[in-house]
């Protein structure tokens, strides 16, 4: 029983592009919603968050869309850059397990063609 | 930039062996988390600590695995004894312990049961 499902494993992009990564949650009791990159061989790094009381977050070529009626997010990267080629995981986490825990996704590998 | 630091980054042992692994969290960071990354399931949530104190290990195989903080600055997770289907990365993370603070990752511990 998934609750943060991301259905693309792969996108490829070509690079100054956009690059849209989705995803869907289950769970109505989730408000706090993260993207996390990660390298091959390194740790998940924090990307950027979005709480359900917004329905956009930016920073600089990352801006994160929330749909809560659709229980779905997105990712926006522009222009996307070869350095962006990683896999993006998408978590969330739910006010009532107020110690921070995060459910992830499975995962979405961006290769970014330059 | 304050980095969680684990030790081994790789271990290839034999089926049986017990396995030690170890994380040193971000220093003023109460909450500390092992997730366990597969091909199939994706980052899986194994137990987490918050001042020390174990929250939640339902994710965790507690036949075999075993989690614990000896002190704030080092947790600890063991598999004794391993099986072939221990293989993955671990990771560990530390934090804030509240919603929407982002969670800080490792680098992982590769580990390989023969």
């Known amino acids: 029983d998934q609750q943060v499902k991301q259905n693309s494993p792969s996108l490829s992009v070509q690079e100054g592009r956009i690059s849209i990564l989705n995803c869907d949650y289950t769970?109505?009791?989730?408000?706090?919603f993260l993207w996390y990159k990660k390298y091959p061989a390194e740790g998940p790094t924090f990307l950027i968050s979005i709480s359900s009381i917004k329905d956009k977050n930016e920073d600089g070529r990352f801006t994160v869309f929330l749909n809560k009626s659709a229980k779905h997010l997105s990712l926006h990267i522009v222009p996307s850059q070869p350095g962006d080629s990683a896999v993006y995981f998408c978590a969330a986490s739910a006010e009532w397990r107020s110690q921070g825990n995060l459910i992830f996704g499975k995962g979405t590998k961006l290769s970014v063609k330059p | 930039d304050a980095r969680v630091t684990q030790t081994p980054r790789h271990k290839v042992t034999e089926m049986g062996q017990e396995v030690t692994m170890r994380c040193q969290p971000i220093l003023g960071h109460n909450t500390v988390f092992w997730y366990r990354q597969t091909m199939m399931q994706g980052l899986e949530l194994l137990a987490y600590?918050?001042?020390?104190?174990?929250?939640?290990d339902s994710g965790m195989p507690k036949d075999r695995f075993s989690a614990e903080m000896p002190d704030a600055t080092l947790a600890t997770l063991k598999i004794q004894p391993s099986e072939p289907r221990d293989s993955a990365v671990y990771f560990c993370a530390s934090g804030q312990g509240s919603v929407g603070q982002p969670q800080h990752f490792g680098d992982g511990t590769r580990l390989s049961i023969l």
């Open positions: 769970n109505s009791m989730f408000d706090y």
């Open positions: 600590f918050r001042n020390r104190a174990p929250l939640d």
